[in-house]
């Protein structure tokens, strides 16, 4: 790789990773604000794990409802609405043939909003949805 080339990877990364994140954490703060009690519920379980202590990486995947809470924020919220792939070659994908050189929008807001896979509460901010975690 040049210089330049990691000089642009280093540019995706930021931009990639800031901007997602920090569109996550502001819906998450929205959403806190206009659902009080998983708010408290979140806040109950930081202190249980962390006490008044330092946060810590061992701690967090003792978060459950914190998980949960994000994860249904992302899904209202997606920080990528939709992303575009394309074949490089003839490709199978379920019963579908797609040949190649084809570009695929996967449209990520509507698919997060579909209320046959959702549910009809689909519009609605539900984080039990996610108490089993997420499916495959
Ligand atoms: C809430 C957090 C995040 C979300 C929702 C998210 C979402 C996505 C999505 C949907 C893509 C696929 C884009 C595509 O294929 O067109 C992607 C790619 C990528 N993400 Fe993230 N991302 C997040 C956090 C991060 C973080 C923290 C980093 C780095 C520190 C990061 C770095 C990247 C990179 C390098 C790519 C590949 C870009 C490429 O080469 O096409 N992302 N992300």
Redesign the pocket.
């Known amino acids: 790789m040049s210089m330049e080339d990691v000089i642009e990877e280093c540019k995706?990364?930021y931009f990639?990773?800031s901007e997602?994140?920090s569109?996550?954490i502001i819906w998450t703060m929205f959403c806190f604000s206009l659902q009080q009690e998983w708010q408290m519920q979140a806040r109950q379980e930081i202190l249980q794990v962390f006490g008044t202590k330092e946060l810590h990486f061992d701690g967090l995947k003792h978060l459950k409802i914190m998980n949960m809470i994000l994860n249904e924020v992302?899904r209202l919220y997606?920080?990528?609405t939709m992303?575009?792939?394309a074949t490089s070659k003839d490709t199978t994908l379920g019963d579908m043939m797609i040949p190649s050189g084809v570009h695929i929008i996967i449209p990520?807001m509507h698919v997060h909003h579909d209320n046959e896979i959702w549910g009809e509460d689909a519009k609605d901010f539900k984080p039990e949805r996610f108490s089993e975690g997420v499916e495959d």
């Open positions: 995706l990364f990639a990773g997602t994140t569109s996550l992302i997606p920080p990528a992303v575009v792939q990520i």
